[in-house]
Each structure stands twice: as structure tokens, then as C-alpha cells.
């Protein structure tokens, strides 16, 4: 009944950006807690940036002051803006939400997305 869908990944070059956006489907009453996930090939998928609902927000250090998490509550949607990109960027990245409750009153502890490429080369 809950899915996430991410979108925005795609093909940039060195220094450039791009908007990562992960909707959350169904009949969703909120969320708690709401991240990115990145893995590049041959690696463990790592931690990018969380936001709860309190609007607090946590970072990787190799992320950090490039990029900005935020969400859209009405909208069941979790952004990630990716500034000044590196090739390290390179990776799948998966949205991730935690604590969801749906209007049926089901508590989910946790649901992915499929996750969307994202590839910073020249």
C-alpha cells in the first residue's frame, strides 16, 4: 500500500547540481523520519542525509554544505538538493522513510525506494 518513488537522478557534470525527489504512495497519515541513502558499486550503501519530523537533519561528512535534505509533509515527499557534485557522488541513491502510519493505522518501521542513478562525470 506504501511505496517510494524517487526521481531526479541523471547524468551531471563535475560542480554541477541536481534535485532528488522521493513521494511517498498511499494512504499515508505521516512519517516520521525520512532520508537518502547512497551506494556506489562495490560498496555498502551509506548514510547521505536524514530528516525528521522534527526538522532536524543529519549529514554525511562528505556531504555536508553541498547538500540539503528537506520534506514536504502535505506532500509525503522528501528532497535532496546536490550542489557543487563530485565524481564520489556517483552511487544509486535510495530514499528511505521510517515510522510511517498509514490512514488504516498500520505502522511501518521502514520503507525503500528503488533508488535513482545519479552519475557526476564529464
Known amino acids: 500500500q506504501v511505496q517510494l518513488v524517487e526521481s531526479g537522478g541523471g547524468l551531471v557534470q563535475p560542480g554541477g547540481s541536481l534535485r532528488l525527489s522521493c513521494a511517498a504512495s498511499?494512504?499515508?497519515?505521516?512519517?516520521?523520519?525520512m532520508g537518502w541513502y547512497r551506494q556506489a558499486p562495490g560498496k555498502q550503501r551509506e548514510l547521505v542525509a536524514i530528516i525528521t519530523s522534527a526538522v532536524r537533519t543529519t549529514y554525511a561528512d562528505s556531504v555536508k554544505g553541498r547538500f540539503t535534505i528537506s520534506r514536504d509533509n502535505a506532500k509525503n515527499t522528501v528532497y535532496l538538493q546536490m550542489n557543487s557534485l563530485k565524481p564520489e557522488d556517483t552511487a544509486v541513491y535510495y530514499c528511505?522513510?521510517?515510522?510511517?502510519?498509514?490512514?488504516?493505522?498500520?505502522?511501518?518501521?521502514?520503507?525503500w525506494g528503488q533508488g535513482t542513478q545519479v552519475t557526476v562525470s564529464s
Open positions: 528511505n522513510a521510517v515510522g510511517v502510519l498509514t490512514a488504516a493505522f498500520e505502522y511501518i518501521s521502514d520503507r
Open positions: 498511499g494512504s499515508i497519515f505521516s512519517i516520521n523520519d
